[in-house]
């Protein structure tokens, strides 16, 4: 008989619901759990500490915390708008005594593009302390992606002595492409899947067939074309 490894996903309800406490995951919520979590804290803020030993001294207060705020926004894609709705009791538990200007913030915003992976070691050493007290955290990961729609359309990438019949004379030439549905569409059908058992077929849509190639391109077959998409 074969031996299970792993046990079953444990499915905890409402574990993830944070939006029914609005005060839970909110920006200042965030900042002041950071700050009382010395152990994680004091990692993260001298990983990110970027004064210079040298030239005008900068203003006081943590950027880190502050960038923290704005990524758990929901302006993440326009800093000037957050930095314009930001309560200043938000500024000030970051350790500001007053709101910096838009262009400081944005300029402290892009200098930590620098250490970007101290972010990423200090989520993972909060991983890391979770597990030691629930051994099934991280067993089982899940992953929700979202549509997305773009303008970038594929290319018609047939090389010779691939039986392709785009460049043939008519009638019997065909131009088959991917078809274009809207994003209602595309929700609709990705919300029915989701209710679906996954399975390890990969999705590929109407192609016959997808391919990766070395310079990062992705090259499938419809019929008998074959396009490349960047």
Known sequence: MPVQRISPPLHLPGATE????RDVLSALWLVKTLKQTKWLYRDLEAATLLDKNWGRRK????????????????????????????????????GFARRPSYQTTYERFVELECVADEFAKVASKLIQHCKKHESQIGAHVHIDGTEAETHAAPVHDCQPGEGCQWGGAKPSRTAKRPRRVSTDVVRAERQRDADDVPNETPNIGEADEVKEMPDGRLRFRIGPALVSHA
Not at 18 to 21: G, L, N, V, Y
């Open 59 to 94: 203003e006081p207060g943590s950027w880190a915390l502050a960038y923290l705020a704005f990524v758990v926004s929901d302006c993440r894609a326009a800093v000037e708008k957050w930095w314009a709705e930001a309560p200043i009791e938000l500024w000030r538990e970051c």
């Open 18 to 21: 944070f939006s029914a406490d």
